[in-house]
T-cell receptor
């Protein structure tokens, strides 16, 4: 089965500094990888996805992620963090069940705290 | 872009009653919808996958008779929590998928509190 791991429960960064939220994956076949952000008591908002093509994927709100096949990683990055980026971030991988249904398998989430 | 509307955003009900949560795709047809449950400070747990016009596929450990899912049209799926108990209190989120090569759009979630 496909899975993703987010090794950090929380990441702290000062506003204006670059941020990285880590994600590693384990898949059979080609990975379809996603990053989502969740604000308190809200659903998930799509940031970006990797299906194929360039290893550097640019997404919403200035975020980007680098797909690294040799390290099986898909870390989320932003050059300059904003206080408003403080939220819960989820990495996810698409899994195709034997029924043919596709579902997303989520990591445990990483809380990002950006201090002023 | 694609929008999924989830209603209600917050509901409080008495123990033993049933609660229905709706999930609508507003500007696209969703052949597949997903229902997740999220506990505080935890990740999303997939409860079931619903396909329009067929029975939902439940994940292991999820009670089918307790969490009734209906996907009657290409734009609407409902989750009914039957005979709710306090331990059912949680944040429920739906998601819709337009098709194999499209992304997944999430509703804004429903905070269910059973008292």
């Amino acid at each position: 089965a496909q899975s993703v791991a987010q090794p950090e429960d929380q990441v702290n960064v000062a506003e204006g500094n670059p941020l990285t939220v880590k994600c590693t994956y384990s898949v059979s076949g080609n990975p379809y990888l996603f990053w989502y952000v969740q604000y308190p008591n809200r659903g998930l908002q799509f940031l970006l996805k990797y299906i194929t093509g360039d290893n550097l994927v640019k997404g919403s709100y200035g975020f980007e992620a680098e797909f690294n096949k040799s390290q099986t990683s898909f870390h989320l990055k932003k050059p300059s963090a904003l206080v408003s980026d403080s939220a819960l971030y989820f990495c996810a991988v698409r899994d195709i069940k034997n029924t043919g249904f596709q579902k997303l398998v989520f990591g445990t989430g990483t809380r990002l705290l950006v201090s002023p | 872009g694609a929008v999924v509307s989830q209603h209600p955003s917050r509901v409080i009900c008495k123990s033993g009653t049933s609660v229905k949560i709706e999930c609508r795709s507003l500007d696209f047809q969703a052949t597949t919808m997903f229902w997740y449950r999220q506990f505080p400070k935890q990740s999303l747990m997939l409860m079931a996958t619903s396909n329009e016009g067929s029975k939902a596929t439940y994940e292991q450990g999820v009670e089918k008779d307790k969490f009734l899912i209906n996907h009657a049209s290409l734009t609407l799926s409902t989750l009914t929590v039957t005979s709710a108990h306090p331990e059912d209190s949680s944040f429920y989120i739906c998601s819709a998928n337009e098709g194999p090569n499209y992304g997944y759009t999430f509703g804004s979630g429903t905070r269910l509190t059973v008292v």
